[in-house]
């Protein structure tokens, strides 16, 4: 096969695109284009079909797009120049991007902002509201883009004019019932006020055991029970191919040759190690059955609550770090001594990408001496590496001390730390994005042993939580009487 050229599209399930209609697309592909992100052939085909116009109203012909598509496709991109088009639509629009958590909705926003603030387009708005909480882009003709998290809206009810539901997967069937109740009944009021036919996208990678809306979603619409006005893309590789093949892969990622080359392609499947599952679900669009429920319940996580310790001197402390699969962050956790209270695992900082951490972790180690431990495989790899190997020039000695992390030892350690909270032998403070991925979290087995589920959602909150408790577990071997708590 030739790598050198991106490969002939191959979506499962394409709407076709209806030649009666006239399409906006053009103008949306201008706006992305403006914002540093020229749509590829893939983004193109989907936006010109959504796009189109109903030639009775002068308006859009479709009211909803289920877009399922693999990931390093370039997914979020179609959203964004989108959200831009429809809110210019006219006055007083209301556009929402939904994601999994608003943590991640607000990640997303803020790389909006970047490229909107070195467009032109940016002409077109007030200067954004960066505020937690109330992020939002204002256009000067009274419309509003916002984000948000789509599990939060679902309990709510989101009213607007477009809604981007990202990460389907994750949402229940009464989360998905929620969003389109608080939806779907002001369609017609926002329609005959604003002259533009109101939409809603619902947008993700395939699912898991868990995924019962988007599961049953997919089901009916590639059984042919697809709505008039529903217009439906299915990429990935065909259900009876092998996901390890990579030239399969190659010849049925849409983002294949655009947005990585072959060379990459195998990388990231290194990333995946051995959670074959997770690969399949990643990057060839295969559901993973094998995911039917978290690994640690509701009940258990509440009752495992403990206070954030202060800072004090003497106690035993160990790091420990997470990152996720990309790269794209990296996160620090401590697990801390308290006398004759169980040990307490804390966030220390989330950090963007993995580029500050060696600076940041050495900083922690001279303040407090106590050691890190990190996965030597996975996406922790590469900065676990960068870890084992800096020398401190002043003496000629490793500049990091490291658990000594073995890869049987990371298979067993989330167990560990399970069997730990359920025998109320650790606890966990109080954090936001701990709260977020321990409703995700989900096993994945390895041998007679499990791991995190990485690719059932975001877990780098997790496995450095979980690192930190073995690396604490096992201090034994290091000088643990000068060590200090942050």
């Avoid at 559901?287 to 495992?304: F, K, M, N, Q």
């Avoid at 790091?319 to 307490?344: Q, W």
């Avoid at 589920?453 to 496995?463: C, I, L, P, Q, T």
Wanted: proline share 6%; net charge negative; glycine share 8%.
């Amino acid at each position: 096969m030739n790598h050198s050229q991106p490969p002939e599209l191959k979506p499962r399930h394409a709407t076709p695109r209806n030649p009666d209609r006239e399409t906006d697309g053009a103008l949306v592909a201008r706006f992305s284009t403006l914002l540093g992100k020229p749509l590829i052939p893939w983004q193109r085909q989907v936006i010109d079909v959504i796009s189109e116009i109903d030639p009775a109203t002068g308006t859009y012909w479709y009211d909803e797009l289920v877009l399922t598509v693999q990931r390093q496709a370039g997914k979020t991109t179609i959203t964004k120049s989108y959200d831009v088009r429809n809110a210019l639509w006219g006055p007083d629009r209301k556009t929402w991007y939904l994601a999994q958590t608003g943590k991640d909705a607000n990640d997303q926003f803020r790389d909006f902002v970047k490229s909107w603030r070195k467009s032109r387009l940016r002409r077109l708005s007030k200067e954004p509201r960066m505020s937690n909480g109330s992020m939002s882009l204002e256009f000067r003709n009274g419309s509003e883009l916002r984000p948000g998290g789509a599990t939060e809206a679902a309990g709510h009810g989101v009213q607007g004019d477009l809604i981007n539901v990202d990460e389907v997967w994750s949402l229940s069937k009464q989360q998905a019932k929620n969003l389109k109740d608080g939806f779907i009944p002001t369609t017609t009021t926002r329609l005959k006020l604003t002259g533009v036919r109101p939409q809603i996208w619902w947008t993700s990678t395939e699912g898991n055991g868990n995924s019962e809306y988007f599961n049953d979603r997919l089901d009916r619409l590639r059984a042919g029970d697809i709505p008039k006005r529903t217009a439906f893309f299915d990429f990935g590789i065909p259900f009876d191919a092998d996901p390890e093949d990579l030239e399969t892969i190659w010849a049925y990622h849409p983002g294949a040759g655009h947005l990585f080359d072959f060379n990459q392609l195998a990388e990231f499947r290194q990333q995946f190690d051995d959670d074959a599952e997770g690969w399949a679900r990643a990057f060839g669009n295969i559901r993973d059955d094998g995911v039917t429920e978290r690994a640690i319940d509701s009940i258990l996580w509440a009752d495992t609550t403990g206070q954030p310790v202060k800072p004090s001197r003497g106690l035993k402390l160990c790091f420990g770090v997470g990152v996720t699969m990309g790269a794209g962050k990296t996160i620090v956790a401590a697990c801390i001594a308290r006398g004759d209270r169980p040990p307490i695992v804390q966030i220390v900082k989330e950090l963007d990408g993995t580029g500050q951490a060696p600076q940041f972790l050495r900083e922690l180690q001279a303040v407090y001496r106590a050691p890190i431990c990190i996965d030597r495989r996975g996406p922790s790899a590469a900065l676990a590496d960068v870890l084992a190997s800096t020398i401190d020039p002043a003496t000629y000695e490793p500049a990091y001390r490291l658990t000594d992390l073995r890869a049987a030892d990371a298979i067993t350690a989330p167990q560990s730390l399970v069997s730990a909270l359920e025998q109320h032998a650790v606890e966990h403070a109080p954090d936001r994005l701990l709260d977020e991925q321990v409703c995700t979290a989900a096993k994945r087995k390895s041998g007679d042993a499990w791991l995190w589920n990485r690719n059932a959602g975001d877990v780098h909150a997790m496995e450095a939580m979980t690192m930190a408790y073995w690396g604490y577990m096992h201090l034994p071997a290091f000088d643990v009487d000068d060590i200090q708590v942050f």
